[in-house]
């Protein structure tokens, strides 16, 4: 994955090629992005909104870091490492590195945020991240400098999973964790001198409702290449924008420096004329890896008492769905062409798994047809809707979220590829906590939704894949699995999960691919292609396309001050 | 007129109760909780601890009237979105919206009054034409689109900022300086809201005033010397007011209640927008705390509206008198 210029001058980098763009090396500067909601705490560990997992991002660091360019695994806290030859034990040097309040960090720090992390009053959204097999770590700390990690069982991302940790500072949280506090410690409230820093940015200012802003960590452990203090950047502000539009018109004005989520494909015309100009940069990061699905309810008891389950559980129903939608058109009105078709949850955006020979149901109206008639479904009457024997019409409910204009628009788009098959389709916009809890319930026919990942090997969203997960939403919690193929994709994603080769995993994730293709437990039909826009004077970037896309790697950024550049600037 | 008030005062505290209950029970009632966006990272042991934490598991009427003792002491619970009071919440950003919803009162009643008194007080005429065509057209366009025009206009001329309450730096000046970069972020947000407002006062006036003209009062006054524009100022005008000062409770209320996608567009931080994020997040008591203040603005308005029509209308204190 990569990122080229909107001219189309430089293509999308290969796989495993971080590609940074703009050498420029100025140290100093104010950085100015947006934000569309408000961090509704500072505490990371119990809570995972994109504006408290961003702050902690900024503010924080971790043992060993993925990089979301290359998605290799770096040293981070943990200098270096050794494992063990069952690899199940890692046993970790820590670097020399202070919080930002001067404390030193240590090797009780780690064992604390494993403590607080597991611990169940924390109630912290960490803690399944952090299990193998549904089972803890085994952490202890031979040293203050030495923390060695036991893993349950062999667990194929290996070390790669203490990219999920975040570290907790136990002088500043450790009475909190003691007096079962630790879900309210870190608030928005909490006075700012109180949290202390292990990331590039320390957190100076919070204007509820205005801003965010961060000074530079002049503790911070990382240099530059040069052996040179970072970040480079000497502040970075992050004005709460919730409008879209007006976040748009902000950075076309020159308010921010870039946005903070994708741009829309509906905006880049807009944005165009300012990169022709010269004044922003639009860069496309390659095909998203969270890809809208559109998922049919596949729990035994939601169709045992109704009429339609005989052929709404069918496999052959949700085939004859695929074949129904041209994928091609689908990217051209839902996404004005900026999408690439996709027949599986593995995007070509995630090229490390994906795989490129899945079953693919081309768009043929006659095969759908020909699947439904074989289900026993037909018109029957005078509308324009198909019936199964008993007369029950071939409709369903769909829900989807109010407000995400690509599921709406989506959910629109499908309804009326359907309608030429003859299948009716009620689309219900309802609110997000509202359509979470109709999943959870099991309380519906159909979805179409979206799942947000931050890392890119299967292993780390086994929830999805294995039926007893929390992610599985088609028919979450199994206690075993529904189906045979259900049962397979178990097997294989277990040994894949306790594979270390990186081959053997492939092979065995190709598998479940098929599997999953050839059933569609969930349907896929088009991958948006992403891009952002920076000002001009942003340099050294090295955007990827896992949220946040560009302040993942915030301590290498640079500005260009006016002078520099000879524009205005902000 | 003091028990007049006082009826009205009781009234105010009736519908501050019932706005902000109605909307905690609407809000419990409805599906899913807090919690259920963070219901796919959480096992279900993990989020009926939260939920209980929350006291979110405690039946609904245990709820309501742990929540409405508390209102008794004024005290609107705790965020379960900021683990925060809700009224230092509630504080802080009605104060923001009332900067908001002050200037834009000034500027709608500057623009839409005098306006109002020039239109109506003449029968024909291009002015007359202009200004009431003008209104429709505020009155037409809806609050977003206005909004984002006002917003697009300052980003293509550069004059003003396209957003936000104070700048970044704003915060680190001196009192001067602060209130010269508020000043200069209000124009946008403040005109978004004031012009709809202003056209709907240039309206009711210009109704009222021709009716007032009407009246025989004016025409005796006329009869006694005084000339046109001093009949329509000085007994026309005070007359009118009646209507125009009963809705101004109404636009009070709206103003503080319904400023929400001015305040979105414009990233205003007040009572709005918290209320939004509290109904997305499913914060009951919230967006309880947000309704009572909305209709506590809107008690309050009418009320003060009520006093000024007593205070400018001896027929109203007359009418009320025991």
């Not at chain 1, 971790?62 to 040293?75: G, H, M, Y």
Request: with cysteine.
């Amino acid at each position: 994955m990569g990122w080229r210029w909107w001219s189309g001058q430089q293509q999308p980098a290969d796989s495993g090629t971080e590609i940074v763009f703009s050498d420029v090396s100025t140290r100093g500067g104010v950085l100015t992005s947006s934000l569309r909601s408000e961090p509704r705490t500072f505490n990371r560990w119990v809570n995972r909104d994109f504006a408290t997992d961003l702050i902690s991002q900024l503010t924080q660091s971790k043992l060993v870091r993925v990089n979301r360019a290359t998605q290799d695994v770096e040293p981070a806290l943990a200098e270096t490492w050794t494992v063990s030859p069952d690899n199940r034990t890692f046993t970790l040097t820590l670097r020399e590195a202070a919080w930002s309040d001067g404390t030193p960090f240590t090797s009780a720090d780690v064992l604390f945020s494993f403590q607080a992390i597991y611990d169940p009053k924390a109630n912290s959204v960490l803690a399944s991240s952090l299990l193998v097999g549904g089972r803890p770590l085994a952490v202890t700390a031979p040293d203050t400098r030495t923390v060695v990690i036991t893993y349950p069982g062999a667990f194929g991302p290996g070390i790669a999973m203490l990219d999920n940790l975040t570290l907790a500072p136990k002088h500043k949280l450790e009475a909190a964790l003691a007096a079962g506090t630790f879900p309210q410690a870190w608030g928005v409230a909490t006075p700012l001198t109180e949290l202390v820093s292990l990331g590039p940015f320390v957190l100076t200012r919070y204007e509820p409702g205005q801003r965010v802003i961060f000074d530079r960590n002049p503790r911070y452990w990382k240099k530059d290449a040069a052996g040179g203090a970072l970040p480079y950047l000497d502040q970075l502000v992050l004005e709460v924008v919730p409008d879209q539009n007006a976040e748009l018109v902000r950075l076309q004005s020159g308010q921010i420096d870039m946005l903070q989520q994708q741009v829309r494909p509906e905006d880049i015309a807009t944005l165009r004329p300012l990169v022709d100009q010269g004044k922003l940069q639009l860069l496309e990061l390659g095909v998203s890896t969270d890809p809208d699905l559109f998922f049919f309810n596949l729990r035994p008891a939601k169709w045992a008492s109704d009429p339609r389950g005989s052929w709404m559980s069918r496999k052959e129903f949700r085939q004859a769905i695929s074949h129904g939608v041209d994928r091609e058109a689908f990217a051209n009105t839902v996404f004005l062409g900026a999408g690439v078709p996709i027949w599986g949850p593995v995007t070509p955006g995630n090229q490390k798994w994906f795989s490129p020979n899945l079953t693919r149901y081309g768009f043929s109206l006659d095969k759908a047809k020909a699947l439904l008639a074989g289900l026993g479904l037909a018109n029957r009457d005078a509308d324009e809707w198909l019936e199964d024997e008993q007369g029950t019409e071939a409709r369903f409910t769909l829900l989807t979220y109010r407000g995400n204009s690509s599921l709406e628009r989506g959910s629109a788009v499908l309804r009326e590829y359907l309608r030429p098959l003859g299948i009716a389709v009620d689309v219900v916009a309802i609110e997000q906590g509202a359509l979470i809890e109709r999943m959870l319930k099991g309380d519906f026919d159909a979805i179409a939704f979206f799942f947000s990942s931050s890392n890119l090997d299967p292993a780390m969203s086994a929830d999805f894949w294995l039926s007893s997960g929390s992610g599985h939403i088609w028919n979450i919690g199994q206690a075993t699995p529904a189906t045979a193929w259900e049962k397979q994709i178990d097997d294989l994603m277990h040994q894949m999960m306790a594979s270390v080769d990186h081959a053997e995993r492939k092979r065995l994730f190709d598998q479940v691919q098929n599997i999953f293709a050839e059933n569609l437990p969930a349907l896929y039909f088009v991958a948006p292609r992403m891009y952002i826009s920076a000002s001009a004077r942003v340099g050294s970037i090295s955007p990827t396309i896992l949220r946040p896309q560009v302040l993942w790697a915030a301590d290498t950024i640079t500005v260009r001050t006016p002078a520099s550049t000879g524009q205005g600037g902000r | 007129m003091g028990r007049y008030l006082l009826r009205r005062l009781g009234f105010a505290v009736l519908l501050v109760v019932v706005a902000s209950s109605a909307s905690l029970l609407l809000t419990q009632l409805a599906p899913g909780d807090i919690t259920s966006e963070q219901a796919l990272a959480l096992d279900p042991a993990a989020r009926a601890r939260l939920r209980a934490e929350l006291g979110l598991d405690r039946p609904l009427a245990a709820q309501y009237l742990s929540w409405l003792g508390g209102v008794a002491r004024l005290d609107f619970g705790r965020s379960l979105l900021y683990s925060r009071p809700v009224n230092s919440l509630l504080g802080e950003r009605a104060l923001n919206t009332a900067v908001l919803a002050v200037a834009a009162l000034i500027v709608a009643t500057a623009i839409g009054l005098p306006f109002g008194v020039y239109s109506g007080s003449r029968s024909r005429g291009l002015g007359r034409s202009v200004v009431r065509g003008l209104s429709i057209v505020a009155l037409s366009v809806p609050p977003l689109i206005g909004s984002l025009a006002l917003v697009f206009l300052a980003a293509r001329t550069g004059w003003l900022p396209v957003g936000g309450m104070t700048s970044a730096a704003g915060m680190d000046a001196s009192w001067a300086r602060w209130l010269g970069d508020l000043a200069r972020h209000m124009p946008i947000p403040v005109l978004a809201l004031a012009l709809p407002l202003a056209a709907t006062l240039e309206r009711l006036q210009s109704q009222a005033i021709e009716k007032a003209v009407r009246e025989p009062f004016v025409a005796a006054s006329r009869a006694r010397g005084l000339g046109h524009a001093q009949a329509i100022i000085r007994h026309a005008w005070p007359v009118s007011l009646r209507s125009v000062l009963g809705l101004y409770g109404v636009m009070i209320g709206s103003l503080f209640s319904g400023s929400f996608v001015v305040e979105v567009v414009t990233s205003w931080p007040g009572l709005g927008r918290l209320m939004y994020d509290a109904l997305k997040a499913r914060d009951l008591y919230l967006v309880a705390g947000c309704a009572a203040s909305g209709a506590f603005f809107l008690a309050a308005g009418t009320w003060i509206a009520d006093a000024l029509l007593a205070l400018a209308d001896p027929r109203v204190r007359s009418q009320e008198a025991p």
